[in-house]
C-alpha cells in the first residue's frame, strides 16, 4: 500500500496538470488494479469521488465479451513496448449502466515499474448516432438504388469539367448494362451523345447560375441501344467541393407515345382537312379553326384571313332565312347542341348565295368561352338539282305534251298524205281518160289546143300533189321509224348515169346543158337503187329548178378516201352563205319571194339527207351566190357479204320512168 501511494505522488507530480486538462477520461492501473483517474473519468462513470474505484479491478467495468480480448492487448502492448490499435470496447459504470468507448492502451516504466494507462473516449452519443446515421444511409441508399430513374454523381474537376463516374445507382447499372465497376472508369461522354465537351461548359455555366438544369437527351447503352431520357442535373456542393448529380429518367415509351399521338394528331388533321364537308371551331363569337372546305366555303385561302373575326364579319343570314337562324342561336345556347338543318347565307366577301347544311355541338371551353363545334355541308348543288329536278319535271310534262302534239301532228299528215292521194288519183285518172279521148270531142273545134295545155297544167300539178304526198308519208315513215332501205350489190355507176340519161331530154327542153362524167367505169357497192334514183332526180330537179336557160349541169362521180363521191353541181344562182347551214333542214325554203316558176315544199333535200345518211353516207355543199351550186354525196364502199356474185341489172328505159321524172320535176314549168 506505501508503494502505491508513493507511485501515486510521483505521477501527480508530473503528470497531473496534463491528465486534468485532457478531453479524454484517463485511468492508471497496475496489474489492473485503477491507481488514477482524472475528473473525465469520474464523470463518465458518474462517481462523486475516485475513490469509489480507486484500487478496483478495472476489468469489472469491461464487458465479459471484451475482458480476454483486453488482457490479451494488454500483453501485446508489454511486449510490443508500445501504443496498441484502438479498441471499441464496452464498459460498466458502477451503477449498472453500460456504455461504449474507445480505449487507446500505452504503459510507462517508472523506476522499474509498469503502469498501464489507457485513454477512453466516450462513444456512446457518437456510436448512436452513427447507428442512426448508418440506418439513415441504409434507407437512403436503398432508395436511391430503387427509384425508377437512374442516378449519376461527378465531381467537377479544376479544369471546370466532370471526372468520370463516382458513384452511379442500380437503375443506371441496370439500364446501361455497365458494372459499376465499369462506370468509374466512364465519363459522361461515354454514355450521353447529346454531350460534347462546349455544350458540358455551358451546362456548368447554367447549374452555377441556377442550380438545376432539365434538357432532354439520348443516352447510349452497353450494348449500342440509344435510350431518349429526360436528365435533371442539379450542383451540390459538399464540403467546399462542387459536383453534379444527374437524375436520368427513360422517356422511350413517352417519346414514342407522342410520335404515335403526333402520328394520330396528324391522321387527324388529314381526315378533317380531306373530309368534303367545312369543319369550324367558334370560340364564343370567334372563329378559332376552319379546316380547307371549310375556308373555300368562306372564300378564304388560309386561316389567317378569317381566324379571330366575329362570324358576323364573315357571314350573315339571308333575309329568307334571318328569323330561323336566330332561333337556332337560341336553341344551341339552350341546348348545347342543333341537329342537322339547312340554313342560307350570304358571304360578305363577295355576297355569294351559300345553301349550308350544319350540324352543331358544344365542343367544350376556350380560355373561359363557350365554344362549338360546326359541320357545314355545301348544298348548292343539291338545291340546284332539286330546283332543276323541277325544271325538269315541268320540261318532261311538257314534252310529253309536245310528244303527244308530234304524235298527232304525225298521224295528221299520214293520214291527210292518204286521204289527198286518193282524190288526186281520182283527178289524175280522170285527166288521163279526157286527154286520150280529147280528139273524139268534136265540139271542141279549134280550141282543143288550149284545152290541151289546160289538161297538161291539171297533170302537172297533180304531179306536184303526189310528190309532196309522197314526199310527207316519206317523212312521216322516217319519223316514226318505219322507213326502211332495201339494199343490193349494184353497180353504182350504171345507176347514176341510166338515171342522168333518162332526164336528159327534159333537161335539154329547158336549155340546159346536161354532161355526165366518171372517173370510174364500174364500181358495185350495196345500196338501194331506187332510193338512188330518188336522191339524183331530186338534186337534179333542183338544179333545174334554179339554172337559167343556157346554162349547165354536170352530174359526175370518182373514188376519195375509200368513198364513192356522187356531185352534181350547177350553174344557177347559187345559195347565199348564211343559207347553207340550214339547207338540209326541213321545210327550208331559199327564197320565199321566187315566182311559182320555181315553188317548193322544202321537204326534198332533208328527205335527200336523211336516204343518203340510210346509206350510211353523207351529203355536202359548195355554193356561192349567182355562181352556182354543187351537193356532193359520199357513199362508202361496201358490199352485202354471201352475195358478191348477186348484182343488181337496172334497167332504165325512159318510157318505164316518165312518170317518176314527172313527178320529181312538176315543180318545174317549162
Request: aromatic share 8%; with cysteine; glycine share 4%.
Amino acid at each position: 500500500m506505501g508503494n502505491l501511494i508513493k507511485g501515486e505522488k510521483r505521477i501527480e507530480e508530473r503528470y497531473r496538470i496534463l491528465f486534468e486538462n485532457s478531453m479524454d477520461s484517463i485511468i492508471i492501473h497496475e496489474d489492473f488494479k485503477s491507481i488514477y483517474l482524472n475528473n473525465n473519468t469520474i464523470n463518465m462513470f458518474g462517481i462523486k469521488k475516485s475513490d469509489n474505484i480507486v484500487g478496483r479491478n478495472i476489468l469489472s467495468f469491461i464487458h465479459p465479451y471484451y475482458r480476454e480480448i483486453l488482457k490479451e492487448k494488454i500483453k501485446e502492448s508489454h511486449e510490443e513496448e508500445g501504443e496498441v490499435e484502438i479498441l471499441k470496447e464496452q464498459l460498466m459504470k458502477p451503477n449498472g449502466e453500460i456504455i461504449d468507448v474507445e480505449i487507446k492502451m500505452t504503459y510507462m516504466n517508472l523506476e522499474g515499474q509498469k503502469y498501464d494507462i489507457w485513454f477512453i473516449k466516450d462513444i456512446t452519443k457518437s456510436k448512436s448516432i452513427d447507428k442512426k446515421l448508418k440506418k439513415s444511409e441504409d434507407y437512403f441508399r436503398k432508395l436511391f438504388n430503387n427509384v425508377n430513374d437512374a442516378i449519376y454523381l461527378n465531381k467537377i474537376e479544376v479544369d471546370g469539367l466532370p471526372s468520370k463516374y463516382i458513384e452511379v445507382n442500380d437503375v443506371a447499372c441496370k439500364r446501361s448494362g455497365y458494372k459499376r465497376d465499369e462506370f468509374y472508369n466512364l465519363t459522361v461522354y461515354d454514355t450521353n451523345l447529346s454531350l460534347n465537351q462546349e455544350k458540358v461548359k455551358k451546362l456548368i455555366k447554367m447549374l452555377n447560375e441556377r442550380n438545376n438544369v432539365i434538357y432532354e437527351s439520348i443516352e447510349k447503352t452497353k450494348n449500342g441501344k440509344f435510350i431518349d431520357v429526360e436528365i435533371n442535373s442539379m450542383l451540390l456542393i459538399l464540403e467546399e467541393e462542387k459536383y453534379i448529380l444527374a437524375i436520368s429518367r427513360d422517356i422511350s415509351e413517352r417519346k414514342a407515345n407522342e410520335v404515335l399521338a403526333k402520328k394520330r394528331e396528324d391522321s387527324y388533321k388529314l381526315l378533317i382537312e380531306t373530309l368534303p364537308y367545312g369543319v369550324y371551331i367558334w370560340s364564343g363569337a370567334r372563329l378559332t379553326f376552319a379546316n380547307k372546305v371549310g375556308l373555300d366555303y368562306l372564300g378564304a385561302k388560309d386561316l389567317l384571313e378569317v381566324k379571330d373575326k366575329g362570324y358576323r364579319h364573315i357571314v350573315e343570314p339571308h333575309e329568307d332565312f334571318a328569323e330561323e337562324h336566330y332561333k337556332d342561336i337560341k336553341f344551341v345556347e339552350k341546348n348545347g347542341y342543333m341537329p342537322l338543318k339547312e340554313g342560307k347565307f350570304i358571304r360578305r366577301k363577295d355576297n355569294k348565295v351559300l345553301d349550308l347544311e350544319t350540324i352543331v355541338t358544344k365542343y367544350g371551353y376556350e380560355e373561359g368561352e363557350k365554344t362549338y363545334l360546326i359541320v357545314a355541308r355545301d348544298i348548292s348543288d343539291r338545291k340546284k338539282a332539286e330546283s332543276l329536278e323541277r325544271d325538269m319535271g315541268e320540261k318532261i310534262r311538257m314534252l310529253k305534251e309536245i310528244s303527244e302534239y308530234e304524235k298527232m301532228r304525225t298521224e295528221f299528215f299520214a293520214n291527210i298524205s292518204h286521204e289527198l292521194r286518193t282524190p288526186v288519183n281520182v283527178i289524175f285518172s280522170a285527166l288521163q281518160l279526157i286527154n286520150s279521148n280529147i280528139e273524139t270531142f268534136d265540139d271542141l273545134g279549134e280550141n282543143i289546143e288550149k284545152y290541151k295545155r289546160h289538161i297538161n297544167t291539171m297533170k302537172q300539178n297533180c304531179f306536184r300533189l303526189v310528190r309532196l304526198i309522197n314526199n310527207l308519208i316519206d317523212v312521216t315513215k322516217i319519223d316514226s321509224g318505219y322507213f326502211s332501205i332495201n339494199l343490193v350489190n349494184a353497180d353504182i355507176v350504171s345507176v347514176v348515169e341510166n338515171i342522168t340519161q333518162s332526164v336528159a331530154e327534159y333537161i335539154s327542153n329547158k336549155g340546159i346543158d346536161l354532161i355526165f362524167d366518171t372517173e370510174i367505169e364500174e364500181m358495185v357497192i350495196a345500196c338501194d337503187p331506187d332510193k338512188i334514183e330518188r336522191i339524183i332526180l331530186n338534186l337534179i330537179s333542183n338544179a333545174v329548178k334554179f339554172t337559167k336557160s343556157g346554162g349547165s349541169l354536170f352530174v359526175t362521180m370518182s373514188i376519195r378516201n375509200g368513198n364513192v363521191l356522187i356531185s352534181v353541181k350547177d350553174t344557177g344562182i347559187g345559195i347565199p352563205k348564211e343559207k347553207q347551214a340550214v339547207i338540209f333542214e326541213r321545210f327550208v325554203q331559199l327564197d320565199k319571194s321566187l315566182t311559182r316558176r320555181n315553188e317548193g315544199s322544202g321537204i326534198g333535200l332533208s328527205l335527200v339527207k336523211s336516204l343518203v345518211e340510210m346509206h350510211n353516207g353523207k351529203v355536202s355543199i359548195k355554193s356561192e351566190e349567182n355562181k352556182g351550186s354543187e351537193f356532193i354525196i359520199e357513199l362508202p364502199i361496201v358490199r352485202l357479204e354471201n352475195r358478191e356474185n348477186d348484182i343488181f341489172q337496172a334497167d332504165y328505159r325512159i318510157q318505164d320512168n316518165v312518170e317518176k321524172i314527172n313527178i320529181e320535176f312538176s315543180d318545174i314549168y317549162f
